[in-house]
């Protein structure tokens, strides 16, 4: 959740940070393992005040969930409830605002009674009886850019997702928020670093790229209900590898509609975040089976910001770098965001369709691809090995 102007990091637009973690990293250098505990401080006080800055700043939009992180306000989310159970909310004054199912895994969105707070609402409909009620968690906030982004190159190959921001030139393009789809420069940098972008190479030059704006307009986008739509459109679309730059907590509706997506033969890929390894471990690239991604710099280095995750998978480029941004130029990028997609590149080219009979065979083709880094073996800084390290653009 760091920018700099000389490491201009492109995340989903959030609050500015405090001066002292804008800092941080234009002075980690080689004495990045010395500064390590006091840069996990820095970045931790930093994620905190943003959150709370986020909420300040849309009070009728915004909410912090019970442990918390930032969610939807006056919203609640029920996992597979009953006509009874709806029956129940809506007598206390619950405002049913929808009720589906993707890949099977049925949910509700529910408008709190003014007044309740989104604790007092999960209380509440505990005790009502619903199995699994949550907040609607926010990953990563979104915003507006304003320029429009150049266009990933188009190919005709394989369909790689990218749930994000909205994607210039996708072959496929779906919003699940207010105003989406809408190209924005953090999901165009993404998916330029697959596809390839003018001056940008990608690590699966010719593949096409199948967009989900869980963004567009909304102060509250990045929900997890807009995500797991997001997912289930992936699985119609009948992508194989789906990539994921978006970080937040963990969130039992998603975690369920990860695995019923793995089920039908979707691998997801995800970014570790860049909170710093004092921050709570990331999602979705901690639930089980996600390939969990962190970043290198341009010496080889793990990214000191790179968050956690309850499993590392591997590590790719994430720093001293290009990805396209808008109008057609490039920009220097650092971020785990930036990892992830030259992972999901190559788990691409060796799984270009669903088919869950053949995932072990491509991860175990993938994992003779990767370098060994750190100490032998897999480890908590690079996972089992380093992808892609011929894919990055270098910074001039």
Known sequence: MLASPARAQLLPQLPALPGRATSVLETVGDRAETLAG???????????????????????RIALDPEGFPARAGEVVVDDPSDALLGAAAAKGYRLIERQDVLGVGFARLEAPRGRSLKQAIRELRRLGAREVTADQLHAQSGSVPAAPAPVAQGSGVLVGVIDGGV?????????????????????AVASLIAGAGAVRGGLPGARIASADVYGADPAGGNATAIAKAIGWMVQNRVSVVTISLTGPANPLLARVIAAAQARGVVIVAAVGNNGPAAPPAYPASYPGVIAVTGI??????????????????????????????????????GTSFAAPFVAAVIAR??????????GAAIARVDREARDAGSRGPDRSYGRGVLCEPCRTPAK
């Open 38 to 60: 006091n840069v996990a401080r820095q970045l931790e006080d930093a994620r905190r005040a943003a959150v709370t800055t986020l909420v300040r700043q849309n009070p009728d």
């Open 168 to 188: 210039s030139g996708a072959s496929l393009s779906a919003g699940f928020a207010t105003g989406a789809p809408r190209a924005n420069d953090h999901g165009t």
């Open 297 to 334: 710099d341009g010496r080889g280095r793990a990214l000191i910001e790179a968050g956690r995750a309850a499993h590392l998978d591997y590590a790719a480029p994430g720093a001293d770098m290009l990805a396209m941004a808008g109008s057609g130029r490039t920009m220097r990028v650092r």
């Open 350 to 359: 060796f799984y270009p369709a669903p088919a869950p009979a053949s995932i």
